[in-house]
């Protein structure tokens, strides 16, 4: 006796749908997020590039010869690695002494302080940039390293400070506790047991605060007034001319050269962010 064909019923083939449209709109995320990367990568190689992604008339080094000199490429990046790693240290810093009392300590004032730091993230930056301006100029910091790093960890602060906490809520306080039994101070707990227990924690916010300063144009440009001074984020508009005329070549082989650094951060604390946190068999019954 032969058996009838099964014939698939409607909802695997709804749930087959679905993961089929849902496949292809990753594909089309994926592919708004290559596309600009491949335009950067073949157009460094090219000796003729333009705006169209395509594969090079010739591969060539001439653009990375073009740029790689003191006065173009070599000392913006040095000012941005001062700039951006003295303000991601202070960041990171500050953000752990003071998500250390608002993850231990209970107070009525902890959320109320969180509320308003939440706050402060959400002001457009163009919105402060005046008053910030008029005040450096008082207190003689602009047109200084100093300066812009200050202003720099300070607009990175109040998201870090969040994360901090959220990092340092997960590390059992039992271990102070035992730290303190043994004469050890709060600063010596945090630095000895807290903070190398959330060195995920730690490498998130320096990562995110890095990143996020080192794409920064809009405050360099604001507060830094000498082209010695200038990092790498604001001389890249040097590559744009008057009339339209772009050295697009030129253009993406400072663009590969500038986010070299980035990639060489996260390669650096790919083990901090994938290793979870250290706490296995610290806290027993």
């Known amino acids: 006796m032969a058996l009838a064909p099964t014939s698939r019923s409607p ?3 709804r749930r087959t749908s679905r993961r089929l449209a849902a496949d292809a709109g990753l594909l089309v995320v994926a592919a708004a997020f290559a596309l600009p990367l491949a335009w950067v990568v073949l157009s460094s190689l090219d000796p003729h590039a333009g705006l169209r992604v395509k594969a090079p008339d010739g591969l060539t080094l001439d ?4 740029i790689l000199k003191p006065d173009i490429t070599f000392t913006p990046l040095l000012n941005s690695l001062i700039l951006c790693g003295g303000g991601t240290l202070l960041t990171v810093v500050c953000a752990a002494l003071a998500a250390y009392p608002l993850s231990r300590f209970r107070s009525r004032l902890n959320r109320p302080f969180l509320l308003t730091i939440l706050f402060t993230t959400s002001l457009p930056i163009t919105a402060i940039m005046v008053p910030v301006y008029a005040l450096f100029v008082q207190v003689n910091l602009i047109d200084t390293m100093q300066g812009t790093i200050l202003f720099f960890a300070a607009s990175q602060l109040p998201f870090a400070i969040w994360l901090m906490k959220n990092f340092m809520d997960g590390v059992p306080k039992e271990l102070e506790e035992a730290a303190w039994t043994d004469g050890a101070s709060s600063f010596q707990s945090l630095l000895r047991i807290v903070l190398p227990l959330m060195g995920p924690g730690v490498a998130v916010v320096t990562i995110f605060s890095f990143v996020m300063m080192w794409g920064n144009f809009f405050v360099p440009f604001m507060l830094l007034l000498t ?4 990092p790498a984020s604001v001389s890249i508009n040097e590559f744009f001319g008057n009339r339209g005329m772009v050295a697009y070549g030129q253009l993406a082989a400072f663009s590969v050269v500038y986010s070299t650094p980035v990639i060489l951060l996260y ?5 901090r962010l994938g290793g979870g946190f250290a706490l296995g068999g610290a806290v027993k019954g």
């Open 63 to 66: 653009n990375f010869d073009a």
């Open 227 to 230: 082209p010695d001074q200038m």
């Open 267 to 271: 390669v650096l604390v790919a083990r």
């Open 11 to 13: 909802l695997v083939s």
